[in-house]
Protein backbone atom coordinates (compact mmCIF):
# COMPACT_ATOMS: atom_id res chain seq x y z
CA UNK A 1 0.00 0.00 0.00
CA UNK A 2 1.08 3.53 -0.92
CA UNK A 3 0.24 6.64 -0.38
CA UNK A 4 1.10 9.95 -2.49
CA UNK A 5 0.51 13.39 -1.01
CA UNK A 6 0.42 16.54 -2.90
CA UNK A 7 -0.61 20.42 -2.87
CA UNK A 8 1.37 21.48 -0.15
CA UNK A 9 3.25 25.17 -0.30
CA UNK A 10 3.24 28.84 0.74
CA UNK A 11 0.34 30.82 0.92
CA UNK A 12 -0.65 34.37 2.91
CA UNK A 13 -2.43 34.39 6.01
CA UNK A 14 -6.00 34.06 5.21
CA UNK A 15 -5.62 32.23 1.91
CA UNK A 16 -6.35 28.53 0.92
CA UNK A 17 -4.48 25.44 0.19
CA UNK A 18 -5.82 22.30 -1.30
CA UNK A 19 -4.10 18.63 -0.25
CA UNK A 20 -4.54 15.82 -2.19
CA UNK A 21 -3.50 12.13 -0.79
CA UNK A 22 -3.83 9.14 -3.66
CA UNK A 23 -3.88 5.29 -2.08
CA UNK A 24 -2.71 2.57 -4.11
CA UNK A 25 -2.53 -0.89 -3.36
CA UNK A 26 -5.36 -1.08 -0.75
CA UNK A 27 -6.85 -4.28 -2.54
CA UNK A 28 -9.38 -5.18 0.38
CA UNK A 29 -10.40 -1.27 0.38
CA UNK A 30 -10.03 1.27 3.20
CA UNK A 31 -11.70 2.48 6.55
CA UNK A 32 -10.34 5.50 7.88
CA UNK A 33 -8.47 8.26 6.25
CA UNK A 34 -7.41 11.33 7.61
CA UNK A 35 -4.47 14.39 8.05
CA UNK A 36 -2.14 14.70 11.15
CA UNK A 37 0.33 17.95 10.88
CA UNK A 38 4.07 17.93 12.83
CA UNK A 39 4.83 21.77 13.19
CA UNK A 40 8.84 22.32 14.70
CA UNK A 41 9.30 21.42 18.11
CA UNK A 42 5.94 19.95 18.33
CA UNK A 43 4.18 16.18 18.68
CA UNK A 44 1.96 15.02 15.37
CA UNK A 45 -1.72 15.72 15.86
CA UNK A 46 -5.13 15.09 14.20
CA UNK A 47 -6.08 17.14 11.74
CA UNK A 48 -9.15 15.72 9.98
CA UNK A 49 -10.58 12.29 9.83
CA UNK A 50 -13.26 11.14 7.58
CA UNK A 51 -14.67 7.40 7.99
CA UNK A 52 -15.55 4.70 5.10
CA UNK A 53 -19.09 6.31 5.53
CA UNK A 54 -18.37 9.50 5.07
CA UNK A 55 -18.73 10.91 8.70
CA UNK A 56 -16.08 13.59 9.50
CA UNK A 57 -14.14 14.93 12.62
CA UNK A 58 -12.11 18.24 12.74
CA UNK A 59 -9.72 19.61 15.16
CA UNK A 60 -11.16 22.06 17.25
CA UNK A 61 -8.80 24.95 15.35
CA UNK A 62 -9.42 24.04 12.11
CA UNK A 63 -13.49 23.72 12.70
CA UNK A 64 -15.40 26.31 10.19
CA UNK A 65 -11.94 26.39 8.02
CA UNK A 66 -11.02 23.19 6.97
CA UNK A 67 -13.03 20.50 5.03
CA UNK A 68 -12.16 16.92 4.63
CA UNK A 69 -13.48 14.71 1.94
CA UNK A 70 -12.74 11.47 -0.36
CA UNK A 71 -13.53 9.35 -3.25
CA UNK A 72 -13.85 5.64 -1.96
CA UNK A 73 -13.84 4.92 -6.22
CA UNK A 74 -10.69 6.71 -6.75
CA UNK A 75 -8.99 6.04 -3.51
CA UNK A 76 -8.30 9.91 -2.96
CA UNK A 77 -8.36 11.74 -0.15
CA UNK A 78 -8.85 15.59 0.37
CA UNK A 79 -8.02 18.66 2.53
CA UNK A 80 -9.58 21.80 1.60
CA UNK A 81 -7.87 24.98 4.21
CA UNK A 82 -9.29 28.20 3.66
CA UNK A 83 -8.33 30.87 5.90
CA UNK A 84 -5.30 29.85 6.86
CA UNK A 85 -3.57 30.83 10.10
CA UNK A 86 0.58 31.19 10.78
CA UNK A 87 -0.15 28.14 13.72
CA UNK A 88 -1.46 26.35 10.68
CA UNK A 89 1.83 25.71 9.23
CA UNK A 90 3.49 22.49 10.13
CA UNK A 91 4.28 19.53 7.64
CA UNK A 92 0.75 17.60 6.80
CA UNK A 93 0.41 13.27 6.68
CA UNK A 94 -1.78 11.66 5.22
CA UNK A 95 -2.91 8.22 6.67
CA UNK A 96 -4.95 5.31 5.65
CA UNK A 97 -6.49 2.67 7.65
CA UNK A 98 -5.98 -0.72 5.50
CA UNK A 99 -8.03 -3.89 6.44
CA UNK A 100 -5.28 -6.91 5.71
CA UNK A 101 -6.44 -10.38 6.12
CA UNK A 102 -6.25 -10.73 10.34
CA UNK A 103 -5.48 -6.71 11.36
CA UNK A 104 -5.95 -3.13 10.42
CA UNK A 105 -3.51 -1.53 9.67
CA UNK A 106 -2.12 2.64 9.06
CA UNK A 107 -0.06 3.45 6.49
CA UNK A 108 1.22 7.01 6.00
CA UNK A 109 1.80 9.25 3.30
CA UNK A 110 5.48 10.96 2.79
CA UNK A 111 4.48 14.49 4.29
CA UNK A 112 3.75 17.65 2.08
CA UNK A 113 4.66 21.07 3.84
CA UNK A 114 1.84 23.93 4.26
CA UNK A 115 3.62 27.50 5.15
CA UNK A 116 1.34 30.35 6.24
CA UNK A 117 3.37 33.32 5.85
CA UNK A 118 3.07 36.91 4.77
Known amino acids: VQLQASGGGLVQPGGSLRLSCTVS????????MGWYRQAPGKERELVAR???????NLEDSVKGRFTVSRDSAKNTLTLQMNSLKPEDTAVYYC?????????????WGQGTQVTVSS
Open 50 to 56: ITHGGST
Open 25 to 32: GAIFGIND
Open 95 to 107: YAQVPLLLELRNY
